[in-house]
């Protein structure tokens, strides 16, 4: 006799996987560390909106709402459906409307010049293209002298990573790629770097917060694979060699690397990143 058979949960998507992943990993390890102080700092409007962009699972709004005042709404936006599905769900019922979620990206945004009262950016900016594109963007959408708040990795963020790549480099005899890893670094922020082109993009009188901490890795393959490295760094880190198989050479030997040198010592990278809060000047 037959039996029926029993039904079959499908196979989460990618993009399901990187909105879990998100949710399990990196808000803990990212958003949860520097997010709170941003929201705790910035001046919400007593009225009107404010804007929450790139919001992925919907940490920072919800954690917005217990500070935003009663009058105030919160537009939070996230190009990823998947994750702003995730950040729906999080919010249960919300009789009072006071979180509208869209998937779009920053610049698909079509409100008029200044319609928010403060807006933030928690996550997607690790370059100067991006603060070029994510700030000029939330200067022109905020009212002239509110506040803007942004989330940004610094410079010194996985440098241990970057003198290793550089050593492999030489190592293995590619010194031709060496032109690529610096641009590269050079396109990440110091302090100064990142308050010249906040201003550039229409940010002015930024205030910098530096957050530096070291981040414990099993192992050097552990670090690659870590879903922060995964969700936020890596995508950047595959440009950096047009050869895959040069590249997988490369990342072999960096891995391997961080293996003998931390043998016995357990592998602790840095990690530095910086909230900000600065002015629309527009």
Request: aromatic share 8%; with cysteine; hydrophobic share 45%.
């Amino acid at each position: 006799m037959n039996t029926p058979s029993q039904p079959t949960t499908p196979a989460p998507s990618g993009h399901e996987r990187s909105a879990a992943i998100w949710e399990q990993a990196v808000v803990p390890a990212w958003e949860a560390r520097l997010a709170p102080a941003l929201i705790e700092a910035i001046e919400l409007p007593q009225e009107g909106s404010v804007l929450v962009a790139e919001c992925r699972t919907g940490y920072v709004p919800l954690e917005m709402l217990r500070r935003l005042p009663e009058n105030t709404r919160c537009v939070a936006i996230e190009p990823s459906r998947d994750m702003l599905d995730l950040a729906r769900s999080k919010a249960g019922e919300d009789p009072d409307r006071r979180i509208y979620w869209d998937a779009k990206r920053i610049d698909q945004l079509k409100f008029r010049d200044g319609v928010f009262g403060a807006s933030m950016c928690a996550a997607g900016i690790l370059t100067k293209d991006d603060v070029h594109l994510a700030a000029s963007e939330l200067a022109r959408l905020t009212t002239p002298g509110g506040p803007i708040g942004l989330v940004v990795p610094m410079r010194n963020m996985f440098t241990e990573f970057y003198d290793l790549y550089r050593e492999a480099l030489v190592a293995m005899g590619h010194l031709e790629l060496e032109p690529m890893l610096n641009a590269y670094i050079d396109d990440l922020f110091d302090a100064e770097a990142l308050r010249v082109d906040l201003a550039a993009a229409g940010v002015r009188d930024a205030e910098i917060h530096t957050v530096r901490c070291m981040l414990p890795f099993d192992s050097g393959e552990d670090f690659l694979l870590s879903p922060l490295v995964e969700s936020l760094h890596l995508p950047l880190w595959l440009r950096l060699c047009p050869n895959d198989d040069i590249m997988q050479a490369i990342l072999t030997y960096v891995l391997g690397a961080m293996d003998r040198y931390y043998e016995g010592l357990g592998l602790e990278l840095t990690a530095e990143a910086a909230w900000v809060i600065g002015y629309s000047a527009s």
